[in-house]
């Protein structure tokens, strides 16, 4: 993808569908369209003043400050309030401070650059106009004012301009009339408390600084039935789009934030900034100070409040995240984006940006991948600060949201409109669907998760459906105990020499070995995995531990998943009967059985030449028909013939020579317990060509005939 020609600036803020940054955007976005210019706002969704660790990831959205093909920023100060985040943003910014940059907003404590140039609106103007309104329109001369932070510099200002309307008619400043809160709903609440209490005299009216604390203060005021403006008037500032849902209507005065934004734009496109002049707002009557609403503010407020409650039907009751539950890969996935489109409001285009290695937990790629989720595309490879390749068509406003799960970063989601326009709050609900469904995706495809999660049931193991070990122990209790055998097969001895099988290969081994273990319990007994190398079985049999055991190791021989990754000398089986004893007893027991042949294998892995036979030997079990070409196998080896014998017996313990025949016989066993071949096919599927010979041997090995065999397992 190649630059686009047109010039980027890119918007830094935070929790941009909040009004005071939609209206800054409108005029950032209108001016930029008329320039040519594209805008790329990047922003949190999430905005809590103290760091919350469950949404650190979301801001490594500001990694996208780094971009070399930004040329120009504009940060909306005053909506980053978290420290950490303007830590991070101040970074991004210090590393990029060659690019021109605005700052819309007052100067706060620690967050502030040398290339920082401030514009504003001017609180002190705006908060005098609104106390001249009281002044000259209703003759108020005892006002109250409840402002936000005492340490904030935008408190004092709007204090200031309080004062200064005051002094200009002749009323006296009081600075006990001067209350300072935390610009939220509750100091509008316990600003109330103290007036219906007693403990402050009613004023004729009461300045709030900022609509949120009004709105708790009426809201208090309506919940004790003190009637406004009767009582006193009330007035608020910023006009937060929420009036219809407080009473009465509240008077308020609007900052003229999208002036600033258009501001923004000219100053970063050289036009002007020494005669920059804070633009002034105006008033927006309401009920609460005994003006009366204007109509056309009324019918602008229920427009977007109809819209609003709209998308929030929709997305209610949206089927986004049921649907996502049932994608089985990332193409399902975007199509399943794709059908639900509707569920934003007016954007133009729609990407989802994923790191190419998204499902990962390590050190994300630079590299990309864009899926469009408004009309088809085939995904787009690209490299992660590189936004040019989005911006096609004419000049538009594109938004960077994150797309993250607990410490996870997914990537991003991209959305542009063509109208000055940006999401609302719903969106974040859109968004959260989006990564859940994500980490279900993931979640269904990587194995490590699901060795993880083992006690999802009481009973049950979640990775091989078998009994855990609470559920065999249950079952242990009301078994009849006539005939009956525990079996314990303890796999994955010996891991440090496994260290370069990864983490799916291990499961794919333990559920090969699950598969033995069901195969040689077969239908009528019990079998569990108590824990992540332990498996154990209930098996009702007329046969003793010893064929047991044999049958347990003949069985999980053949399954070469298991063998392939491990080796034939990387598991132990114990079996035995349980007669009256209690679970814990003979759990003991088989302990102490495997325990002894654990110790006997170490021992062996301590000869000189243990890994080169045991590769041999692996080769022997996984294919007993190939022992009767012993030229091989000693090419293999590659020594004498006699060295080989000699060695093989002192590591193992046995010739070379009957260990192949054992081999040839665990097969044996293993196609008599689970196949209904004849004993003349499985002679040949061992490597025989003499049935006789094969049934001698067979009988040497185990003491009993293929068929006696046979007849033994299914009794």
Partial sequence: MQKSHRTIYGVIAASVADIEQKEILHGIIGRAQKLDIDIVVISNIYNPIETSQSLVTENKVYDRILSEEIDGFILISESIINKDIQKKVLSGLEARKSVPLIVIGTPQPDFELETFRYINSSDCDDIEELTEHLITEHGFTDIDILTGYECIEASHKRVEGYRTALE??????????????????????????????????????????????????????????????????????????????????????????????????????????????????????????????????????????????????????????????????????????????????????????????????????????????LTYEEPIIFHKNELSGFMTGKAAPYYICPLFFADRELGYVLLRYEVPDSFDY???????????????????????????????????????????????????????????????????????????????????????????????????????????????????????????????????????????????????CAAVRCVDKPFSKLLDNCGELTKKEISRLSVRRREKLYKKLLELRNYIYMNPSMTFKTDKLHEMFGGSSGHLRAVYKKCFGISFHQDCINARVAKARYLLSTTALTVQQIAYDCGYSDTKYFMRQFVQGTGITANQFRDAFNA
């Avoid at 049950?460 to 009956?484: C, P, R, V």
Wanted: with cysteine.
């Fill in 168 to 373: 200009k008619h002749g009323i006296p400043f009081n600075a006990d009339k001067v209350f300072y809160g935390d610009f939220w709903k509750t100091s509008g609440v316990s600003q109330a408390k103290k007036y219906i209490s007693g403990e402050l005299p009613y004023p004729q009216a009461l300045i709030c600084t900022n609509d949120y604390m009004a709105y708790g203060l009426l809201d208090e005021f309506l919940e004790n039935d003190v009637e406004i403006p009767e009582a006193m008037a009330v007035v608020g500032y910023e006009y937060i789009r929420e009036r219809q849902s407080h009473s009465p209507l509240l008077t308020t005065y609007q900052r003229n934030r999208k002036a600033l934004g258009e501001a923004a734009v000219d100053i970063l496109t050289g036009e002007r900034y020494e005669d920059f002049i804070p633009p002034k707002g105006h008033l927006i009557k309401g009920e609460s100070c005994g003006c009366g609403a204007v109509r056309s503010d009324i019918k602008s407020e229920l427009e977007y409040l109809r819209t609003k409650q709209t998308y929030d039907f929709v997305n209610l009751f949206s089927q986004l995240d049921q649907r996502l539950t049932e994608c089985r890969n990332i193409s399902e996935f975007a199509s399943c984006c794709w059908d639900f489109r509707f569920l934003i409001r007016n954007v133009d285009k729609l990407y989802m940006c994923l790191y190419d290695n998204w499902y990962d937990e390590g050190e994300k790629y630079d590299n990309m991948v864009r899926y469009n989720l």
């Fill in 426 to 572: 719903i969106f974040r609900n859109w968004l959260k669907s989006i990564s859940n469904g994500l980490e279900l995706l993931r979640m269904k495809n990587d194995i490590r998760y699901l060795t993880a999660c083992q006690n999802l049931s009481e009973l049950h193991d979640s990775l091989t459906s078998m009994y855990n070990e609470t559920g065999i122990h249950k079952a242990y209790i009301s078994a009849d105990k006539n005939e009956l055998y525990m079996v314990m097969l303890r796999i994955c001895l010996f891991d440090e020499d496994f260290s370069a099988v990864n983490e799916s290969e291990k499961v794919y081994a333990v559920l090969d070995t699950a598969e033995a273990v069901k195969q040689f319990c077969g239908k009528n007994n019990v079998c569990a995995r108590t824990d992540n190398n332990t498996f154990l079985c209930l098996v009702k049999s007329q046969n003793d531990e010893n064929f047991l055991t044999q049958l347990m190791s003949s069985i999980l021989c053949q399954h070469t998943s298991y063998i392939e990754k491990y080796s034939i000398d990387s598991f132990v």
